[in-house]
């Protein structure tokens, strides 16, 4: 049976399209990747999102959208995928390939793997912005 929505990924977008799919009883269900709540978990300070009029940590954030699409019915998952096989026509189900090989489909399959942080090995890297 395939799933109704399959969300890759977890950070903002990610979780943002669990809160919506969930209240449009899309049954969502999330893989959350290498990095739970994505790149926005290492920033300290964010004071650029609505909702925050003193700010707030990236990692707050994060924990704020993963338990809001949580409560709203969100499935969680654990764990990486390794593969997507779109379908040719475009029409559904997809198939996607979990990390411990376990092979899914899904009829909606929103992609939202963001970006990672690419460090040089500078000094000013290393030093603490807090």
Do not use: C, W
């Not at 909606?108 to 793997?113: E, P, R």
């Amino acid at each position: 049976m395939a799933l109704k929505t399959l969300i890759i990924g977890s950070g903002p977008a990610g979780y943002t399209a669990a809160i919506y799919a969930s209240r449009s009883s899309l049954e969502p269900v999330l893989y959350e990747g290498l990095q739970p709540g994505g790149q926005l978990t290492q920033t300290t300070d964010v004071d650029n999102f609505p909702g925050y009029p003193d700010g707030t940590t990236g990692q707050e954030l994060m924990d704020d959208l993963r338990a809001q699409a949580e409560r709203l019915g969100t499935d969680l998952r654990d764990g990486m995928i390794t593969k997507v096989e779109l379908s040719k026509d475009g029409s559904a189900p997809h198939k996607v390939t979990i990390d411990d090989g376990t092979v899914l489909e899904a009829h909606t399959l929103i992609i939202s793997t963001g970006a990672s942080a690419k460090y040089l090995g500078l000094e000013d890297e290393k030093k603490s912005k807090i």
